[in-house]
């Protein structure tokens, strides 16, 4: 893999006809890679997503409350210092990025062909082509894969407390998970919920020691560890389905006990969004992009990944957006060094 060369292409195209870069993706790292890009003159087209399935425009900060680890990105109240929302940080990428040119779109990419150059990105019967791609369709989350989970999704199985903490007033939830989207949606939810439980399947946290100190001070907060949910049930009021508790099985002694609960918050990580270039790119076992250690370069010259599609280690918004600004550079200098003979 490398970014600087490629054999040389033709086409029987215009060069109007081909954009210079086409960007797939608009977390972090999409739009990070659509503001170098546009600064580079290469009027880059970025295709959001349309929020249906995994594609959601705007990526995970779009589900995320405070954004606190994000430097520069503050607000100020009271004289003190806050994080910034996640909805408001990725507006600010977004219009930065269109105010030096980028060209965004909501739509879903659904077909692409980077068997040459231009390459072909469709959405549905709309095909596109471009000189190089950067993909940066990050990550969804995970679910626990149970029968019963899927028949309550919305109707009390939720993967957002930030889109749906707020139907949980006074109510009891429970939270899935031992990293740090776990204590974050937990401390969340007591700002609605009358108690949240955190069920995780052992002891021991994958949470930072600030996310989880600050959840054991949460007097809001219970703990339900060695602990995995294997059923979820509830009941049926006219149209609507409630949810009204859970099977949990103990890890050590596999003893089977029913908790009631209303509301169930998995938060136990994210799978990358991929599915779209299966055969065609390289990927790790579970589905992650291959790019080369020191670029965003990936096995096909011209194509580059970027952010949670490719990050499975740090997968923080500021890596997405440093690999971002990684994959803009290294588009432009292949644009220079790999031509694209086009008619006249
Ligand atoms: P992690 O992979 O860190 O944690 C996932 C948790 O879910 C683990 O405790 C894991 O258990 C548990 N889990 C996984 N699969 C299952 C399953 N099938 N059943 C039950 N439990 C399961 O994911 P996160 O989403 O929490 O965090 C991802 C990254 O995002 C991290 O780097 C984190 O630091 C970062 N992050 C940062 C935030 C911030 O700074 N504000 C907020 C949120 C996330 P086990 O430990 O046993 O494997």
Redesign the pocket.
């Known amino acids: 893999m490398n970014t600087e060369s490629a054999e040389k292409a033709t086409t029987t195209m215009k060069r109007e006809e081909v954009h210079q870069v086409i960007i797939i993706g608009s977390g972090p790292a999409g739009l990070t890679a659509a503001l170098y890009a546009a600064r580079s003159n290469l009027a880059p087209l970025v295709f959001e997503g349309d929020g249906f399935e995994d594609t959601a425009p705007g990526g995970q900060l779009m589900i995320?409350t405070?954004?606190?680890?994000f430097p520069g990105m503050v607000t100020w109240k009271d004289d003190k210092m806050h994080?910034m929302m996640g909805p408001d940080m990725m507006d600010i990428f977004r219009r930065q990025a269109e105010n030096f040119g980028a060209i965004t779109h909501r739509k879903r990419v659904t077909g692409i062909d980077f068997s040459k150059r231009p390459f072909r990105v469709s959405v549905d019967e709309t095909d596109y082509h471009a000189e190089t791609v950067i993909i940066a369709t990050g990550a969804s989350?995970?679910w626990?894969?149970i029968p019963s989970e899927e028949e309550y999704k919305s109707y009390g199985v939720s993967a957002c407390a930030t889109c749906d903490g707020a139907f949980f007033k006074d109510k009891d939830v429970m939270v899935?998970?031992?990293?740090?989207?776990?204590?974050?949606e937990a401390n969340y939810l007591t700002r609605h919920a009358k108690t949240v439980t955190i069920?995780?399947?052992?002891e021991?946290?994958?949470?930072?020691k600030i996310?989880l100190e600050r959840a054991q001070k949460n007097p809001k907060i219970k703990w339900l560890l060695d602990a995995?949910?294997i059923e979820v049930f509830g009941k049926t009021e006219g149209m609507r389905k409630f949810l009204t508790g859970t099977k949990i099985r103990n890890t050590k002694t596999g003893e089977i006990t029913e908790v009631p609960t209303d509301g169930i918050f998995v938060?136990?990580?994210?799978e990358p969004t991929t599915g779209l270039f299966k055969g065609v790119l390289d990927m790790n076992n579970v589905g992650y992009l291959v790019t080369d250690s020191l670029t965003s370069a990936t096995n096909i010259p011209g194509v580059f990944a970027c952010g949670d599609c490719q990050d499975y280690i740090?997968?923080?918004a500021i890596t997405a957006a440093g690999t971002g600004c990684m994959a803009a550079i290294d588009a432009e200098r292949f644009i220079d060094s790999s031509p694209v003979e086009f008619v006249s």
């Open positions: 995320t405070e954004v606190e680890n994080g989350a995970k626990l894969g899935v998970g031992g990293g740090d989207t776990a204590m974050e069920v995780h399947r052992r021991e946290f994958r949470a930072s996310m995995v949910i938060a136990i990580g994210h740090y997968r923080q």
